[in-house]
């Protein structure tokens, strides 16, 4: 019962604050299928965003922002008005997180993609390493109320 209470708060909160910031598409950036689903489903079940894709690392989630978010009239600028935000692991195969934002950044208009770094790892080195790039947050997984909180506060 409580969790419900908890669950109706959260979505009362997000909806006022995406009345005036509202989120097209989330991407989430996770090697860890279970992960992905389990944020796949809170971000779904609060409204977060009717819009969520996940890939497994940095080289498909480069692949999807050009397929998928990029203006086909004027390549390298994602599509206006839309804002859109990332779920970055750090620890990935192929092209790790830090890989990935090396890339970003190269992306022409990449600042109108916002990106969280969302790892397991504790590591000061990573945090480190992760404030060399632009970064909305950096957030230890999993997902959570407080979290989300925190997250909203930002985008």
């Not at 860890?32 to 409204?47: A, F, K, S, T, V």
């Not at 497994?56 to 008005?81: N, R, V, Y």
């Not at 804002?83 to 934002?101: N, Q, S, T």
């Not at 890339?103 to 060399?132: E, F, W």
Request: net charge negative; hydrophobic share 45%.
């Amino acid at each position: 019962m409580l969790l419900n209470h908890r669950l109706v708060f959260i979505m009362s909160f997000i909806s006022k604050s995406f009345r005036t910031k509202p989120l097209t598409h989330i991407l989430l950036v996770d090697d860890e299928p279970n992960i992905n689903y389990l944020h796949e489903m809170l971000l779904q079940q609060i409204g977060f965003t009717h819009a969520i894709s996940a890939v497994t690392h940095g080289e498909e989630a480069l692949d999807f922002i050009h397929q998928q978010w990029m203006d086909a009239k004027i390549k390298g600028i994602p599509s206006q008005g839309a804002k859109k935000l990332i779920l970055l692991d750090i620890g990935m195969p192929v092209m790790d997180g830090f890989e990935f934002m090396e890339a970003l950044i190269h992306i022409k208009g990449y600042q109108h993609i916002s990106v969280v770094i969302l790892t397991c790892s504790s590591n000061p080195m990573d945090l480190q390493k992760a404030r060399m790039y632009p970064f909305l947050d950096f957030l230890e997984k999993p997902l959570g109320e407080e979290k989300l909180h925190h997250l909203l506060e930002k985008v």
